[in-house]
């Protein structure tokens, strides 16, 4: 078995199970490390690989410098032949961009909306595109990449606007896209998750329901960081015994006390506590469906994630929350190099096939 089997290994039978007021928690532990409180070895070779990271920070923002820094070449990690479509679903804002990726099948089977991440702002159908044809392999279900507008050219809700038109187009033709009109998901990482669970929202909203499930990786949901009765985001909430600079500094990476992000995508048009800005402030989630909440240790907006899986999981809601020990944020994108990547999009596609049977 290689290194790399072994790690994969660990990380499905190596587990911490807690039930808690409805709400299972699965703590997943660095797979070749029985130190806590630290980074993942592979995380740490990332960062202090990347020295220029650590340099004293530019204040100032440059969009496009900040776009084509996110993402990571990431691998195909797929045994068998996904085949890759390239759609334009029509909508009255301008058609929208989407890849559609199919495993090898003849009965009608799940669908899987997928909204990658970028802050609203960045963010590219490439940097998911391995990802989402390893999600379609293991889930054995059809996956739509959706290349929803961004902010600041198009902010708050266009890039919603689209997702949720892209959902009520596979809703709407799921006979000739030949997925299960009963069976369709979202999913999204980041910004991604957001745009996710403001679907189910939207779709709660209007009375629908006809959302499945939803899987949300280390998703925004408190685009303020605002305090709740629940939540208040705190340094010494975060396990830190090794790597003490290095691990704050990661964790407070995505911090935003000038509001920068607010300020793209929102443009002082809508407070931030709006309910499909911010779902933490939802006054009612009971309607949403079964949830998959993904966090990442070392992750700014961990905290936020596990309010949202808490809040889900009061009102009733089925919510199961994985956190990845020694991980930090945009884990997934570095498919092929960390196991919990590839572990990542298992656990999407186990939450679907459970609901699926």
Not at 117 to 140: D, I, M, Q, Y
Not at 185 to 210: H, K, Y
Not at 242 to 270: C, F, K, M, T, W
């Amino acid at each position: 078995m290689s290194l790399y089997a072994q790690w994969m290994e660990s990380l499905k039978s190596t587990n911490h199970v807690v039930v808690s007021n409805h709400l299972e928690t699965v703590i997943k532990p660095i797979p070749d490390a029985d130190r806590t409180g630290d980074l993942d070895p592979r995380v740490f070779a990332t960062l202090t690989a990347n020295h220029s990271s650590h340099d004293e920070p530019d204040t100032t923002f440059d969009l496009e410098v900040a776009r084509a820094s996110m993402g990571w070449p990431n691998r195909d990690q797929t045994t068998t032949d996904i085949k890759t479509e390239y759609l334009m679903i029509p909508s009255e804002d301008g058609d929208i961009p989407v890849r559609l990726y199919r495993p090898h099948h003849t009965e009608a089977i799940p669908a899987i909306l997928f909204f990658h991440g970028g802050g609203f702002f960045g963010g590219t159908l490439e940097t998911v595109e391995n990802p989402c044809k390893l999600l379609a392999e293991r889930a054995n279900a059809v996956v739509l990449s959706v290349d929803y507008r961004l902010a600041p050219e198009h902010p708050f809700p266009a890039g919603l606007n689209d997702c949720y038109r892209a959902f009520e187009w596979v809703y709407a033709n799921a006979t000739e896209l030949n997925v299960l009109r009963d069976q369709i998901a979202v999913a999204g990482d980041s910004a991604g998750g957001n745009l996710a669970t403001a679907c189910c929202l939207m779709e709660q909203e209007r009375g629908e329901g006809r959302i499945c499930y939803q899987a949300l990786v280390y998703p925004v949901v408190n685009l303020g960081s605002i305090p709740t009765d629940d939540f208040k985001w705190a340094l010494d909430a975060y396990d830190i015994s090794h790597h003490h600079d290095l691990i704050r500094g990661v964790v407070l990476a995505l911090a935003d006390p000038d509001s920068l992000l607010n300020d793209l995508y929102l443009q002082g048009e809508v407070d931030v506590t709006h309910p499909l800005v911010s779902p933490l402030f939802a006054d009612d989630v009971s309607g949403l469906p079964p949830t998959l909440i993904v966090t990442a240790e070392y992750d700014y907006l961990r905290l936020e994630g596990e309010a949202y899986a808490r809040k889900l999981a009061r009102t009733g809601v089925p919510t199961r929350l994985i956190q990845y020990r020694g991980m930090d944020h945009a884990f997934m994108d570095k498919l092929g190099d960390y196991p919990q990547a590839d572990d990542c999009m298992n656990v999407i596609a186990k939450g679907l096939k459970e609901l699926t049977k």
